[in-house]
T-cell receptor
Framework: GQNIDQPTEMTATEGAIVQINCTYQ??????LFWYQQHAGEAPTFLSY??LDGLEEKGRFSSFLSRSKGYSYLLLKELQMKDSASYLC??????????WGAGTKLIIKP | DADVTQTPRNRITKTGKRIMLECSQT?????MYWYRQDPGLGLRLIYY???????NKGEISDGYSVSRQAQAKFSLSLESAIPNQTALYFC???????????????FGEGSRLTVL
């Protein structure tokens, strides 16, 4: 079956670094996305990986290992506004996305 | 103004009623989607459309129908609403993945539907 696993909830401290993991088992692979979703709002695109390695975008980085079916999202210099859910999704063909249930990140002062 | 707009943003209705959720976009994308989001579950695709004449069922289309009135408009209908259709519904658009374009989704603000 197709499956995306990520932790349900994580807590971190303002100014620190946090890593959110995502493991996947899908019939195909055509890219992995991370989205941020604040409570009651729409998901917004954060990052995209299709090749192995690290993609850096400001305070956020995303890593992919296709052989291990594994990705992580790294958030540095955490700010209170980073409190949100982070959604991992794998595209297994032209358009079909398989979504994880999301990781709720709580930032404490 | 938002690039992808959904109406209504909130709706409470009763079992058996017909409900329509509307979506319009100014991004010029051909591809449009309807998803539902439930607590503890990933987003699930209800229907998708790659152009005005192309409508396709997603993984959970039973109990729903759609209409693509124009490139910019894609409506979702619940013909006879039931309580387990209570959820947060999102419309999304995208370009196809080509070259530098990741094909990421652009979401509307969401429509929260409660069926009593």
């Amino acid at each position: 079956g197709q499956n995306i696993d990520q932790p349900t909830e994580m807590t971190a401290t303002e100014g620190a670094i946090v890593q959110i993991n995502c493991t996947y088992q899908t019939s195909g692979f055509n890219g992995l996305f991370w989205y941020q979703q604040h409570a009651g709002e729409a998901p917004t695109f954060l990052s995209y990986n299709v090749l192995d390695g690290l993609e850096e975008k400001g305070r956020f980085s995303s890593f992919l290992s296709r052989s291990k079916g594994y990705s992580y999202l790294l958030l540095k210099e955490l700010q209170m506004k980073d409190s949100a859910s982070y959604l991992c999704a794998v595209r297994d063909g032209d358009y079909q996305l398989i979504w994880g249930a999301g990781t709720k990140l709580i930032i404490k002062p | 103004d938002a690039d992808v707009t959904q109406t209504p943003r909130n709706r409470i209705t009763k079992t058996g009623k017909r409900i329509m959720l509307e979506c319009s976009q100014t991004k010029g994308h051909d591809r449009m989607y309807w998803y539902r989001q439930d607590p503890g579950l990933g987003l699930r695709l209800i229907y998708y459309s790659f152009d005005v004449k192309d409508i396709n069922k997603g993984e959970i289309s039973d109990g729903y129908s759609v209409s693509r009135q124009a490139q910019a408009k894609f409506s979702l209908s619940l013909e006879s609403a039931i309580p387990n259709q209570t959820a947060l519904y999102f419309c999304a658009t995208s370009d196809p993945q080509t070259g530098e374009n990741t094909g990421e989704l652009f979401f509307g603000e969401g429509s929260r539907l409660t069926v009593l």
